[in-house]
């Protein structure tokens, strides 16, 4: 109960939402990223030059299909209109008009007012509209008409203001604003009777129509003039259009009525039948504001927006269902009833009837396919299968997921490819009445049958199965034979039958079943046409759809030739739904699904006519003549113009230098890059779905690189002859420099022969007074110890005198007894002055380092420093410099703040590092 509850919200709340739809013509938009100029596009013409020109504000525009070029008057000024006589494009703007012609593939102005008193200072003139008469051109503004006969100009101002002038029946009738329609008979401006209804209101059109005069005002609808009676134009589009405000209106081929409004876009009216279509900004175009109408020779429409182009082909074979809302989503499957359409998309299953689009109740959710079986449909869904019928749709049974539906061709009975293996539907007129394959449970997308009890099944993801199965729908013998033939890449399988023979898209390339051999074999008919399909689809026995290299082509098989039509990649391009390709034969049309809604195209295979194209090559943004010259390791853009836009525009290939390859040629440009010297030659050929046409040339030169040029070759051999010339001076003076160092080498080395004795020699000599003087060290050291250990026996000769002086009482033997001992340790002065010279010598380098970094040592300090590198102890050191015990570690104190030695830091040590 809630979850049928929540259906029913669901497909009220979306029911809400839909609005109507229908087909429209295809539409190109051009904004102003396209076309670099600003917003308004006040007027558009087709030159006879097949161009597209656009007065565009400050700009004059021009596009011939493949670029976009842009210029501006000299005075800078906005142009308001422009008009086609000849080659020339005339254009009006402020205070100004002229025209303009195009020269080496580009625009040049004219001016035909510079110079002359042309215009009123004191008026703020602006030409709104330019057109011919009895072969003068006449330039508008709202308050007067310039008249120029190719020499003179002459004026004609009103005595009111007007909007518009138009020719109609060989005559110039003005629209004023307030005061009704004139006529401008020989220079005179007489009030036309019969029109009051008119008065006070803005004209901006006056067409004439199968004898009729329709008078298009801004906001009071459109009125009719016929037998000499004005009256309201009785069309139920007529109220609409009241609200709309007109801007622009012009009657085109097949009877058909083209109205530009300035708020709801633009009205095409087929006066056949008095139908509508309304193309606005809830569907196609980029702004509801139309300023201009114009027309190319194929009698398509151009339309001046209030912000950008729209190019509308409403002569196309190709018409548009677009659903801007995204309610629809994307469409799976199309087809068509008697009344409209039903559409199987990923959020259920749709009907459009009666320019109504709406969601059918209960079928929310993931819809695959539509097929028409005798009077009524069946409906392949995410959640079951279902029929359409005499406008009822019913649940036919459970079977989830029906891909594809194909007929068998060897009976009346249609195959079903659902997510759980094979449907069979024996009977056409009771589709309750089917059967499941036991047997294969795996999810099948599409199937094919040509042989008793055999079908062929391709796996959704990968996989080719040969379905054997029995009179009671048993298969006991499933054969994977992508498998079995030892194909790696077996993803997608797509099955196609083609004149009672079963063709395999597999990786790309074509295969069919040799039931001898038992394997598949590569098929060489579609192979040579066919490669790199990526999907195809059957519409009847002689007419299919292949999408090859990205494009897609409607097939006409003739025999075992096959009649290409291209469709344009404009139409489809980035919305078709990949593997999901189907068609629906309605008629003479083919509706098409796109990922958006669907396209309905009426093919039809008439003799097309041979193209003619304009080239336009460009070195540089040079433009370059053919048989010219261009730059090397330059870039060269081909322009092929043909000066088509719709969908007649043809489809053209080149060749370059003669290869086998046909390349195609997209939006009209060739881009040629890394072009080697010498000559070179670009065909062009057309394709009319059977053969290449060869249809224009063109050749050029590319120069030689600037190091390969006269002067380069002739720098070349003169640096060449300069480097020979050197090579040879040079190497002569490396000979002369060779004797010469020759003779420098037996010098120098008899020099150094003789240095080298007399540095032995001396190295000799150095090495026995360095040996001396190893000696002598030795000697003095030896010496210095002795004298160390004398002034140690010193001190102990004191320290036995003080033990005397502390035993012995009796003085006289005291006395004896110290000069005893003082003549047993005695040291002369001649030694002492020996000691301290040999103990200089030896530290001599210590001494001198050690002054030099710190001066402020004194003798006394540096000897202190000395006995202290020697290892020698406080008590040691007392006796020779001839202090106390207490006197010397006082000395060690004050010379460890000169040192700048922390208490940490040991002074022994320190100085050995010195």
Same mark, same amino acid.
């Given at each position: 109960?809630?979850?049928?509850?929540?259906?029913?919200?669901?497909?009220?709340?979306?029911?809400?939402?839909?609005?109507?739809?229908?087909?429209?013509?295809?539409?190109?938009?051009?904004?102003?990223?396209?076309?670099?100029?600003?917003?308004?596009?006040?007027?558009?013409?087709?030159?006879?030059?097949?161009?597209?020109?656009?007065?565009?504000?400050?700009?004059?525009?021009?596009?011939?299909?493949?670029?976009?070029?842009?210029?501006?008057?000299?005075?800078?000024?906005?142009?308001?209109?422009?008009?086609?006589?000849?080659?020339?494009?005339?254009?009006?703007?402020?205070?100004?008009?002229?025209?303009?012609?195009?020269?080496?593939?580009?625009?040049?102005?004219?001016?035909? %007012?510079?110079? #002359?008193? /042309?215009?009123?200072?004191?008026? *703020?003139? @602006?030409?709104? &509209?330019?057109?011919?008469? $009895? =072969?003068?051109?006449?330039?508008?503004?709202?308050?007067?008409?310039?008249?120029?006969?190719?020499?003179?100009?002459?004026?004609?101002?009103?005595?009111?203001?007007?909007?518009?002038?138009?020719?109609?029946?060989?005559?110039?009738?003005?629209?004023?604003?307030?005061?009704?329609?004139?006529?401008?008979?020989?220079?005179?401006?007489?009030?036309?009777?019969?029109?009051?209804?008119l008065e006070n209101n803005v004209i901006h059109s006056i067409q004439k129509h199968q004898n009729k005069i329709y008078f298009f005002t801004k906001?009071?609808?459109?009125?009719?003039?016929?037998?000499?009676?004005?009256?309201?134009?009785?069309?139920?589009?007529?109220?609409?259009?009241?609200?709309?405000?007109?801007?622009?209106?012009?009657?085109?081929?097949?009877?058909?009525?083209?109205?530009? %409004?300035?708020? #709801?876009? /633009?009205?095409?009216?087929?006066? *056949?039948? @008095?139908?509508? &279509?309304?193309?606005?900004? $809830? =569907?196609?175009?980029?702004?509801?504001?139309?300023?201009?109408?114009?027309?190319?020779?194929?009698?398509?429409?151009?339309?001046?927006?209030?912000?950008?182009?729209?190019?509308?082909?409403?002569?196309?074979?190709?018409?548009?269902?677009?659903?801007?809302?995204?309610?629809?989503?994307?469409?799976?499957?199309?087809?068509?009833?008697?009344?409209?359409?039903?559409?199987?998309?990923?959020?259920?299953?749709?009907?459009?009837?009666?320019?109504?689009?709406?969601?059918?109740?209960?079928?929310?959710?993931?819809?695959?396919?539509?097929?028409?079986?005798?009077?009524?449909?069946?409906?392949?869904?995410?959640?079951?299968?279902?029929?359409?019928?005499?406008?009822?749709?019913?649940?036919?049974?459970?079977?989830?997921?029906?891909?594809?539906?194909?007929?068998?061709?060897?009976?009346?009975?249609?195959?079903?490819?659902?997510?759980?293996?094979?449907?069979?539907?024996?009977?056409?007129?009771?589709?309750?009445?089917?059967?499941?394959?036991?047997?294969?449970?795996?999810?099948?997308?599409?199937?094919?049958?040509?042989?008793?009890?055999?079908?062929?099944?391709?796996?959704?993801?990968?996989?080719?199965?040969?379905?054997?199965?029995?009179?009671?729908?048993?298969?006991?013998?499933?054969?994977?034979?992508?498998?079995?033939?030892?194909?790696?890449?077996?993803?997608?399988?797509?099955?196609?039958?083609?004149?009672?023979?079963?063709?395999?898209?597999?990786?790309?390339?074509?295969?069919?079943?040799?039931?001898?051999?038992?394997?598949?074999?590569?098929?060489?008919?579609?192979?040579?046409?066919?490669?790199?399909?990526?999907?195809?689809?059957?519409?009847?026995?002689?007419?299919?759809?292949?999408?090859?290299?990205?494009?897609?082509?409607?097939?006409?098989?003739?025999?075992?030739?096959?009649?290409?039509?291209?469709?344009?990649?404009?139409?489809?391009?980035?919305?078709?739904?990949?593997?999901?390709?189907?068609?629906?034969?309605?008629?003479?049309?083919?509706?098409?699904?796109?990922?958006?809604?669907?396209?309905?195209?009426?093919?039809?295979?008439?003799?097309?006519?041979?193209?003619?194209?304009?080239?336009?090559?460009?070195?540089?943004?040079?433009?370059?003549?053919?048989?010219?010259?261009?730059?090397?390791?330059?870039?060269?853009?081909?322009?092929?113009?043909?000066?088509?836009?719709?969908?007649?525009?043809?489809?053209?290939?080149y060749k370059i230098n003669g290869t086998k390859d046909f390349f195609p040629i997209k939006e009209g440009l060739i881009l040629l890059n890394n072009?080697?010297?010498?000559?070179?030659?670009?065909?062009?050929?057309?394709?009319?779905?059977?053969?290449?046409?060869?249809?224009?040339?063109?050749?050029?030169?590319?120069?030689?690189?600037?190091?390969?040029?006269?002067?380069?070759?002739?720098?070349?051999?003169?640096?060449?002859?300069?480097?020979?010339?050197?090579?040879?001076?040079?190497?002569?003076?490396?000979?002369?420099q060779k004797l010469k160092l020759q003779k420098e080498e037996l010098k120098h080395q008899k020099e150094i022969l003789e240095m080298e004795l007399?540095?032995?020699?001396?190295?000799?000599?150095?090495?026995?007074?360095?040996?001396?003087?190893?000696?002598?060290?030795?000697?003095?050291?030896?010496?210095?110890?002795?004298?160390?250990?004398?002034?140690?026996?010193?001190?102990?000769?004191?320290?036995?005198?003080?033990?005397?002086?502390?035993?012995?009482?009796?003085?006289?033997?005291?006395?004896?007894?110290?000069?005893?001992?003082?003549?047993?340790?005695?040291?002369?002065?001649?030694?002492?002055?020996?000691?301290?010279?040999?103990?200089?010598?030896?530290?001599?380098?210590?001494?001198?380092?050690?002054?030099?970094?710190?001066?402020?040592?004194?003798?006394?300090?540096?000897?202190?420093?000395?006995?202290?590198?020697?290892?020698?102890?406080?008590?040691?050191?007392?006796?020779?410099?001839?202090?106390?015990?207490?006197?010397?570690?006082?000395?060690?104190?004050?010379?460890?703040?000169?040192?700048?030695?922390?208490?940490?830091?040991?002074?022994?040590?320190?100085?050995?590092?010195?």
């Amino acid at each position: 109960m809630k979850t049928k509850l929540l259906h029913i919200l669901f497909f009220c709340f979306t029911s809400s939402q839909l609005f109507a739809q229908e087909l429209l013509p295809f539409v190109e938009n051009y904004s102003k990223s396209n076309y670099q100029g600003d917003n308004q596009i006040w007027n558009v013409v087709q030159g006879n030059d097949n161009a597209m020109y656009f007065a565009n504000n400050y700009y004059l525009l021009r596009y011939d299909g493949v670029k976009w070029e842009k210029y501006t008057l000299p005075n800078k000024t906005i142009i308001r209109s422009i008009m086609v006589d000849g080659d020339r494009i005339y254009s009006g703007s402020y205070q100004e008009f002229g025209y303009w012609f195009r020269k080496d593939a580009k625009m040049h102005y004219v001016s035909i %007012t510079k110079g #002359k008193k /042309v215009f009123d200072a004191n008026n *703020n003139e @602006e030409i709104w &509209k330019i057109f011919k008469f $009895n =072969n003068k051109i006449y330039f508008q503004s709202f308050n007067g008409i310039f008249v120029f006969d190719g020499k003179v100009i002459k004026e004609k101002q009103f005595r009111f203001l007007i909007s518009y002038c138009f020719v109609v029946d060989n005559q110039i009738l003005i629209a004023s604003v307030e005061k009704g329609i004139f006529r401008l008979d020989n220079g005179k401006i007489e009030k036309v009777n019969g029109l009051s209804l008119l008065e006070n209101n803005v004209i901006h059109s006056i067409q004439k129509h199968q004898n009729k005069i329709y008078f298009f005002t801004k906001k009071s609808g459109v009125y009719v003039f016929e037998n000499n009676v004005l009256s309201p134009w009785k069309n139920d589009l007529n109220d609409i259009l009241k609200t709309a405000n007109i801007n622009v209106a012009q009657f085109i081929k097949n009877n058909k009525l083209i109205i530009g %409004t300035a708020n #709801k876009g /633009v009205y095409i009216l087929d006066l *056949n039948d @008095e139908s509508y &279509k309304n193309i606005n900004r $809830n =569907n196609v175009l980029m702004n509801n504001s139309i300023l201009s109408i114009g027309q190319d020779k194929e009698n398509d429409l151009w339309l001046g927006l209030d912000n950008g182009i729209a190019h509308i082909e409403v002569n196309s074979p190709i018409s548009i269902f677009y659903d801007s809302s995204g309610i629809l989503g994307s469409v799976y499957s199309v087809a068509s009833i008697p009344k409209g359409y039903l559409m199987a998309s990923n959020h259920g299953v749709f009907k459009y009837e009666n320019k109504q689009l709406s969601l059918i109740p209960n079928t929310q959710g993931q819809a695959w396919n539509i097929s028409k079986i005798n009077d009524q449909y069946l409906i392949g869904h995410n959640e079951g299968t279902y029929t359409y019928k005499n406008g009822l749709f019913s649940k036919l049974n459970n079977i989830n997921g029906g891909w594809n539906l194909a007929k068998s061709s060897i009976n009346n009975s249609y195959l079903q490819a659902t997510y759980s293996g094979v449907v069979i539907y024996n009977d056409a007129n009771d589709l309750k009445q089917n059967i499941a394959i036991k047997g294969i449970l795996k999810p099948i997308k599409y199937l094919a049958q040509n042989r008793k009890n055999e079908i062929w099944a391709a796996d959704n993801n990968r996989g080719l199965y040969r379905i054997l199965y029995n009179e009671d729908y048993v298969a006991p013998k499933v054969d994977n034979v992508t498998q079995r033939s030892k194909i790696s890449n077996d993803f997608g399988v797509k099955i196609f039958e083609f004149r009672n023979e079963i063709l395999f898209l597999i990786d790309n390339s074509w295969y069919t079943f040799n039931s001898i051999t038992n394997q598949l074999e590569a098929n060489e008919l579609f192979n040579a046409n066919f490669k790199n399909a990526s999907d195809i689809v059957t519409i009847d026995e002689n007419h299919f759809m292949v999408l090859q290299d990205g494009l897609l082509y409607h097939i006409y098989a003739e025999g075992t030739k096959f009649i290409r039509n291209s469709i344009q990649e404009k139409y489809y391009k980035g919305k078709i739904i990949n593997d999901n390709l189907k068609v629906f034969k309605d008629g003479n049309n083919y509706l098409l699904n796109l990922d958006d809604g669907f396209i309905s195209l009426d093919l039809k295979y008439d003799a097309k006519k041979r193209p003619a194209v304009k080239i336009e090559a460009f070195n540089d943004n040079i433009l370059v003549e053919n048989n010219s010259k261009i730059n090397h390791n330059s870039e060269l853009r081909i322009n092929v113009i043909s000066g088509i836009y719709g969908a007649t525009k043809p489809d053209l290939f080149y060749k370059i230098n003669g290869t086998k390859d046909f390349f195609p040629i997209k939006e009209g440009l060739i881009l040629l890059n890394n072009l080697s010297s010498g000559s070179h030659d670009v065909t062009i050929y057309s394709n009319d779905g059977l053969n290449y046409d060869k249809i224009a040339n063109f050749q050029f030169v590319v120069a030689k690189a600037w190091y390969f040029s006269a002067w380069m070759i002739l720098v070349y051999m003169i640096l060449i002859g300069l480097i020979l010339y050197l090579y040879y001076k040079w190497n002569k003076m490396k000979y002369i420099q060779k004797l010469k160092l020759q003779k420098e080498e037996l010098k120098h080395q008899k020099e150094i022969l003789e240095m080298e004795l007399k540095a032995e020699n001396e190295l000799n000599s150095q090495e026995y007074e360095k040996h001396i003087l190893e000696l002598e060290l030795q000697s003095k050291s030896s010496e210095v110890a002795g004298k160390s250990l004398s002034i140690a026996k010193q001190s102990e000769m004191i320290e036995n005198i003080q033990n005397i002086l502390d035993t012995e009482s009796d003085f006289n033997k005291l006395k004896s007894e110290i000069k005893k001992a003082i003549k047993i340790n005695a040291v002369n002065k001649h030694e002492w002055e020996v000691f301290e010279t040999n103990l200089n010598q030896i530290n001599n380098e210590f001494i001198i380092a050690l002054s030099k970094k710190y001066p402020n040592l004194t003798p006394k300090d540096i000897k202190l420093c000395v006995y202290l590198k020697m290892n020698l102890s406080s008590k040691e050191i007392a006796p020779m410099m001839n202090i106390s015990f207490r006197g010397v570690e006082l000395h060690r104190y004050r010379l460890r703040k000169k040192l700048g030695l922390s208490q940490e830091e040991n002074l022994s040590k320190f100085l050995l590092s010195v």
